[in-house]
């Protein structure tokens, strides 16, 4: 994320943001940008091996 994209997601945002909130904008634009690279890299799993992860983490 470049400066000047940040600079608009900020310009975005109502005037009485936070800073938790701007915080929390960044967060989840970085999140998705790393997400869509993993996707283009073909760094996934399969929908049937995320549904065997989640139920070995949520138990029986």
Known sequence: MTKQEVLHMIAQLPDD???E???YHLY???KIERGLKAA????T???EEAKQR???WLGP
């Open 54 to 56: 989640l139920s070995r």
């Open 17 to 19: 943001c936070t800073l």
């Open 45 to 47: 799993v399969s929908h």
């Open 40 to 43: 283009e890299e073909g760094d």
């Open 28 to 30: 989840v634009r970085a």
């Open 21 to 23: 909130d701007i915080q």
